[in-house]
């Protein structure tokens, strides 16, 4: 899952992103609405957190050109009180907002709220549930289980195992991977998908019968359920 933030203020902007990537995500920064905007088109997010006092272009004004192009969901964030600012984000096509200051607990639940809502296409709670074979993927709870078993899985092998099951059938290169879940954008640097795949495979493969993650030999990995 990619964020993009766009905070002019360096220190809140560095603060989000430790704490993002911390849960997971990877994260972009933006220190103002010009390379905001152009970030939020040109680049493929889950989710856009824009605060409204931006150098160059506004929040405001990065929301509206982005919303004639994309439907990316935006989480603004708006000074403490500004009622007005809220209303006026929100009609003009915010999804959320959060008024400054904000614990970073209070973020995090928004953003996973906003990121369970474009994973279901706004369908009900039942559609955060991912499933393949006697595998079931918890988005809500960030909870991963096979024959009802819990898998213990870091943050990263969460969110490898999300991508692999979202796409599953498709050949993801490591490449692919590398980008998606790391933000790496070096084929010398994919090791690290090797070496996560082979954690998340230990976990989630060799204490149960059927395989799910398969190697696909010079291209990537696969997650499906074969007859063995
Ligand atoms: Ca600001």
């Known amino acids: 899952m990619r964020i993009l933030v766009v905070e002019d203020e360096v220190r809140l902007a560095d603060y989000l992103r430790k704490g993002l990537s911390e849960s997971g995500y990877v994260v972009d920064l933006a220190h103002d609405g010009i390379d905001g905007l152009h970030f939020a088109v040109e680049g493929s997010y889950d989710l856009v957190i824009l605060d409204v006092m931006l150098p160059g272009k506004d929040g405001f004004e990065v929301l509206a050109s982005l919303r004639s192009r994309r439907k990316t969901p935006v989480l603004m964030l708006t000074a403490r009180d500004a009622v007005e600012d809220r209303v006026k984000g929100l009609t003009e096509g915010a999804d959320d907002y959060l008024g400054k200051p904000f614990s970073f607990s209070e973020l995090l639940a928004r953003v ?50 999300v991508l692999l099951l979202r796409r599953r059938g498709e050949v993801l290169t490591r490449t692919v991977l590398a980008e998606q879940v790391w933000d790496i954008n070096f084929d010398s640097d994919t090791n690290v998908v090797e070496v996560a795949v082979r954690r998340l495979r230990s976990k989630l493969d060799e204490p149960f019968e059927s395989k799910l993650l398969h190697t696909v030999r010079g291209m990537g990995y696969v997650l499906e359920r074969r007859q063995e």
Do not use: M
Request: no cysteine.
């Open 112 to 161: 996973q709220a906003l990121l369970r809502r474009g994973a279901s296409g706004g369908d009900s709670q039942g559609a955060t549930l991912l499933r393949l074979d006697d595998l079931e993927v918890d988005l809500a709870r960030r909870r991963a289980t096979r024959a009802g078993k819990r898998l213990e899985l870091t943050p990263k092998e969460f969110n490898l195992l």
